[in-house]
């Protein structure tokens, strides 16, 4: 059986996190297969869900693709930055002509994992949530919309600070 409550507060937090990035004017890359919806969510607590919910945003163009910055579930939330080559491949960002971009991304902060083809750096939120098993005060306070508004206005702040720094390093 599905806990409503728990899909509620999910569904919540990608609905806010989606409002406040467009809000900071960043454009979500509409992908049926990974993009949070409702369903998605539901399903993934249904056990129906075999892909990975959540939400990418473009920041920058490379060679042959761009460079988005998103967040994911499996089991933890996560967020980090891949590349998205123009053949929409995203398990490209491990290849020696990507290392820069590896290297831009670990110097904005060390707690990036370099370990997936999939990521050029990637890691998890802090505190860390499990949406799954649902572990921590934290997660069941997201059903509360103004701790869920101050949680994902501190990742946005985070992610457009890191991205602005990013940017920079590709100037230079």
């Given at each position: 059986?599905?806990?409503?409550?728990?899909?509620?507060?999910?569904?919540?937090?990608?609905?806010t996190?989606?409002?406040k990035m467009?809000?900071?004017?960043?454009?979500?890359?509409?992908n049926?297969?990974?993009?949070?919806?409702?369903?998605?969510?539901?399903?993934?607590?249904?056990g129906?869900?075999?892909?990975?919910i959540?939400?990418?945003?473009?920041?920058?163009?490379?060679?042959?693709?761009?460079?988005?910055?998103?967040?994911?579930?499996?089991?933890?939330l996560?967020?980090?930055?891949?590349?998205?080559?123009?053949g929409?491949?995203?398990?490209?960002?491990?290849?020696k002509?990507?290392?820069?971009?590896r290297d831009?991304?670990?110097?904005l902060n060390?707690?990036?994992?370099?370990?997936?083809?999939?990521?050029?750096?990637?890691?998890?939120?802090?505190?860390?949530?499990?949406?799954?098993?649902?572990?921590?005060?934290?997660?069941?306070?997201?059903?509360?919309?103004?701790?869920?508004?101050?949680?994902?206005?501190?990742?946005?702040?985070e992610?457009?600070?890191?991205?602005?720094?990013?940017?920079k390093?590709?100037?230079?």
């Amino acid at each position: 059986m599905v806990s409503r409550a728990k899909h509620k507060i999910q569904w919540s937090f990608w609905k806010t996190l989606k409002e406040k990035m467009e809000q900071e004017g960043f454009e979500l890359l509409n992908n049926e297969e990974i993009t949070a919806s409702s369903t998605k969510t539901y399903n993934y607590y249904a056990g129906r869900s075999k892909s990975v919910i959540g939400l990418f945003y473009p920041v920058m163009d490379v060679e042959d693709g761009k460079i988005y910055w998103g967040a994911e579930i499996e089991d933890n939330l996560y967020s980090g930055f891949t590349i998205i080559t123009s053949g929409e491949n995203r398990k490209v960002s491990d290849q020696k002509m990507y290392a820069k971009y590896r290297d831009m991304v670990q110097s904005l902060n060390s707690d990036y994992k370099i370990d997936s083809p999939w990521w050029l750096g990637w890691k998890y939120t802090e505190p860390q949530l499990n949406f799954k098993s649902f572990n921590s005060d934290l997660i069941f306070a997201l059903a509360d919309e103004q701790q869920l508004k101050t949680f994902v206005n501190k990742i946005v702040c985070e992610v457009k600070k890191e991205i602005e720094e990013l940017k920079k390093c590709d100037n230079l």
